[in-house]
């Protein structure tokens, strides 16, 4: 028997050996297969899907930013830098911290906000993102208007589209759009701090409303990267030195803070070449889905042009991006350092047609010239004392418009008068405008009463205000419905409202009422009331206090004069100010001096004329040699970081400068179109290089009868080119009645019309004409057959397209897409695309034709006062278009030389110019300084030598 031990021995009886082996190896086998599971799960995941895991791994972690390109310079046709880039340093900022609560993240973001604040010192190189400013009565207002301000709120709303906009959303107004930014669910900027929140996040103790501005801009700039923290948020660009030096010193101090290495678009153009080299700004959300289109070409950090070539060439300036990649932790702060994988690119160089030197002095012939005409039509009689012109070439400027167009365009700063920095004759000026706008103000209260004198009763000044009074509740539509009734001039302002109410014409929700039901009387105070409080707040009739003040006497043209010295319009040092106020120069004869040595300029005034054009062609190539607005800008000011004070000036400004008037104004020719109505009628048979015709002085064939510029008649005009020379406006009616007959002799205003739109077309003048940086479209003519043969009508052309026009008349018919590039290089020098000349048509006329047409023209040069003395053998004709009886015409010339081989083709436009005898004197200046026919210089400066209001309108 086998032998136990006892329970005594040993709690458990030991198991023999043999008996364990099953045991240990279900257990073994139960290792063996987890060991192998996880071996096999190793080799699959490390050798069969290594490499896959190994990509998914590495694209979880490894972010890859975009490394700006530089962009390429622009040259002029002879090599001349207009546009390139200089090194920089911008303030960057950085979401890099990880904190305790929401309170203190958006407390010490804007301690760092605040302290770069005041270490970049220049507010102009703080990076704006918001479109909101601080008006001249300290409240915020939006900076931005129209679709620029609507995308911009649907992006602070989250819209994709501006239509996703509540009512509410639209409405909001700048006010209470920064209470939200700063407010609890924002950024909670404060304007006032505790002891302890000063010491703990480095704020002051107290903001003003600027600098609760410039920190919820950084702070709004910020949250749009808040999906990739990694990526920084530009706070100022191009920083002193010394802010440069103080960030990276207080850098342990501002986390997230850093200054970067970049560069900035600068300009060599000048006021010249803004209108077509344009400038380079942060791309817009709009831009940035356009320019994309399904790729990731640009982030929302990138710079690209905005307007002119900077921006039709954008594909080619533009630097290719490139990459760094960097390790970021699952929150997105960066934890390497980036590595470069490839390198930042530059963009192509542009070699544009523009000759620089040629478009600077055509400017300045345009600025002369325009301010030639002011002063030739100037007066120094008031607009009271002055009769009524008849026609608008008896327009006269009077001296009370002239000193109040320096107050409407802004040149005098009517918010600085009520400063307290103000100097005494500004405080002087103010304290007589308050006067005089407290006196306005009792005396409209006056009028409203039914027991006043009524409208007829009171003066033409009082009048004045009435009829804006209405225009602007109509305007604001606090007055709706019929704008006719009732009519408020048969009765007292008062009753005129009550009217008004009881017909339902009054939008009684603007007014701010508790009661539920008020009585009509009541309503009506309360209409005068808001109507009223309105007008006070009105920048606008503020301006109209001045003018009354510059009219009635009691601000006086020596005050007006002193003012812009003490306002650094005009310089200090000036001699001219002790001349003026001791009499020795009077203030009429000082504001002529000043405008005719462009101290003051046409643009600052911005009366009729301050514009004008000027496009000057290769007619054997359609390469533009100028082509000139007037006005122009400072692009160096909008470029990179825009200056948006200065934007908003020019916005403001009434002469428009960031309209190209080259490109984009489109006015009636005149007499520059009579050349097509004598092809007309010479390529459709119904006259010939014989035809004579008999001009009375008028044309009565047609009713109306339409006039010839000369009213007494030029007599036998012999031939096309005589009419030409003449620009005899019956001999080219007469071309289009012939054309426009039927077989029986009765006129056909369709047929006639019919003819001049075919060979308007056929001198491409029914197109654009190719130019990089964009145009209006050219309307050719469709009513009023007669007038539209002399150059009226509807006909609709920029100076561009009557330049290119012009080309084919001087190379007969060649028609080439006008060009601004001739080509572009990589940065070494390299040719990468040259542009050669598109020949778009030729127009297949007689020989005849384009002899008879050239005699003519060059006949008006050697007949023309401004032009028969010119040293070469040209081309011309004159032009003056009406567009309203109540503004100057428009003056026009176009023109060509040599006549024979010709090497420019030119068209120059002012706008209310007065007649085509003021615009010449430009042309000749161009012919005249394109083949060095005098000396540079002079040629500018007398180019308004031969202005006069009596010249010729043909």
Not at 6 to 14: I, T
Not at 128 to 133: E, K, R, T
Request: net charge negative.
């Amino acid at each position: 028997m086998r032998k136990h031990r006892s329970y005594k021995d040993n709690q458990f009886p030991e198991i023999p050996f043999f008996e364990k082996i099953p045991r240990l190896a279900i257990l073994g086998l139960f290792f063996g297969f987890l060991f192998g599971s996880l071996i096999f799960r190793l080799y699959r995941l490390q050798i069969m899907e290594g490499a896959t895991n190994q990509e998914a791994f590495m694209s979880s972690i490894v972010k890859t930013q975009k490394l700006s390109g530089s962009r390429g310079n622009i040259y002029d046709r002879n090599g001349k830098l207009l546009a390139s880039n200089r090194l920089s340093y911008d303030v960057t900022l950085e979401d890099s911290m990880n904190y305790k609560t929401t309170k203190e993240r958006q407390r010490s973001l804007n301690g760092i906000a605040y302290r770069l604040i005041q270490m970049i010192h220049d507010d102009k190189k703080l990076n704006v993102v918001l479109p909101i400013g601080i008006s001249d009565d300290r409240t915020y207002e939006f900076t931005a208007d129209g679709w620029k301000l609507s995308r911009f709120k649907a992006d602070f709303y989250g819209k994709m589209e501006v239509e996703e906009l509540t009512e509410e959303q639209k409405a909001v107004t700048a006010q209470e759009l920064m209470n939200e930014l700063t407010g609890k669910k924002k950024f909670m900027i404060d304007l006032s701090y505790t002891e302890e929140e000063q010491k703990q996040f480095g704020m002051p103790e107290s903001l003003t409303p600027q600098q609760a501005l410039q920190i919820a801009n950084i702070r709004y700039g910020l949250s749009l990267n808040s999906y990739r923290k990694y990526l920084p948020y530009m706070v100022a660009s191009d920083v002193s030195e010394e802010t440069m030096a103080a960030v990276i010193e207080n850098k342990i101090n501002l986390p997230g803070a850093d200054v970067q290495e970049s560069s900035i678009r600068t300009y060599e153009g000048g006021e010249s070449m803004a209108s077509i080299l344009g400038y380079t700004g942060a791309i817009s959300s709009d831009e940035l889905d356009a320019l994309n289109q399904g790729e990731s070409i640009y982030t929302n950090q990138s710079i690209v042009g905005k307007s002119g070539i900077e921006k039709s060439m954008e594909s080619w300036l533009r630097g290719d991006d490139g990459t760094e990649q960097f390790y970021t932790d699952v929150v997105g702060n960066k934890k390497t350092e980036p590595v470069i994988t490839k390198a930042p690119g530059t963009g192509k160089n542009l070699y544009l047609t523009i000759d620089k030197d040629l478009q600077d002095a055509v400017y300045r012939m345009l600025e002369q010239q325009i301010a030639g005409i002011l002063l030739s039509n100037m007066v120094d009689t008031k607009r009271s004392e002055m009769p009524k012109a008849e026609n608008a070439a008896q327009i006269r400027i009077s001296s009370d418009e002239v000193y109040f167009a320096l107050f409407k365009n802004h040149v005098i700063n009517t918010e600085r008068l009520k400063e307290d920095s103000s100097t005494d004759l500004e405080k002087s000026v103010y304290g007589a405008f308050t006067q005089k706008k407290e006196r306005v103000f009792t005396q409209l209260s006056a009028s409203f009463d039914a027991a006043g004198p009524g409208y007829d009763g009171l003066s033409d000044e009082m009048k004045g205000y009435l009829d804006y009074l209405v225009s602007e509740g109509k305007k604001s539509k606090l007055i709706i419905g019929n704008a006719g009734s009732p009519d408020w001039k048969n009765k007292s302002f008062r009753q005129y409202l009550n009217d008004c109410i009881a017909g339902g014409m009054v939008d009684l929700s603007k007014i701010q009422n508790n009661e539920a039901y008020v009585a009509i009387e009541e309503e009506v105070r309360l209409v005068e009331e808001k109507m009223l409080a309105d007008l006070k707040n009105s920048q606008e009739f503020d301006l109209k206090i001045y003018e009354a003040m510059i009219s009635e006497g009691s601000l006086n043209g020596e005050t007006i004069e002193n003012l812009l010295y003490d306002q650094g319009v005009l310089s200090p040092e000036d001699p001219d100010r002790g001349l003026l106020n001791s009499g020795q120069l009077s203030p009429w004869a000082f504001i002529q001096k000043k405008i005719k040595n462009l101290e003051i300029t046409p643009a600052q005034l911005a009366l009729n004329p301050c514009s004008g054009s000027a496009v000057i062609v290769d007619p054997e190539d359609g390469e533009v040699l100028a082509c000139v607005s007037y006005p122009g800008y400072d692009n160096n000011r909008l470029a990179n970081q825009m200056d948006a004070q200065y934007y908003k000036q020019l916005s403001n400004d009434l002469s428009l400068p960031l309209f190209n008037r080259a490109t984009s104004q489109l006015t009636a020719p005149g007499s520059t179109f009579k050349p097509v109505t004598v092809i007309a009628g010479m390529s459709e048979g119904v006259i010939n290089s014989d035809t004579s015709i008999v001009c009375t002085g008028i044309f009565d064939k047609v009713q109306p009868a339409l006039r010839c510029w000369k009213r007494n008649g030029h007599g036998v005009i012999n031939s096309p080119a005589d009419a030409l020379k003449n620009s005899c406006n019956v001999y080219l009616s007469e071309i289009t009645y012939r054309m426009g007959s039927t077989a029986d002799g009765t006129f056909s205003e369709a047929d006639g019309l019919q003819k001049l739109q075919k060979y308007a077309g056929i001198m491409d003048l029914d197109k654009k004409t190719g130019i990089e940086i964009g145009e209006a479209q050219p309307h050719v003519t469709d009513q009023f057959a007669i007038p539209s043969s002399i150059g009226q009508g509807t006909h609709n052309y920029t100076t561009t397209q009557l330049a290119r026009y012009t080309t084919m008349l001087a190379n007969h018919g060649k028609s080439y897409d006008l060009s601004l590039v001739y080509k572009i290089t990589d940065p070494d020098g390299n040719l990468v695309k040259s542009f050669a000349p598109v020949l778009k048509d030729t127009a297949q006329l007689s020989e005849t034709v384009w002899a008879e047409v050239a005699k003519g023209m060059n006949e008006l040069v050697t007949s023309n006062a401004s032009l028969k003395d010119l040293k070469i053998s040209a081309a011309g004709k004159t032009g003056t278009a009406e567009e309203s009886k109540s503004k100057p015409n428009h003056g026009l010339f176009i023109g060509y030389a040599p006549l024979e081989n010709p090497k420019i083709a030119i068209a120059v436009r002012i706008a209310n110019g007065y007649s085509s005898g003021n615009v010449v004197g430009v042309g000749r200046g161009i012919f005249d300084y394109y083949f060095q026919l005098k000396e540079k210089e002079a040629i500018i400066t007398n180019t308004a030598s031969n202005v006069s209001n009596n010249l010729r309108t043909d």
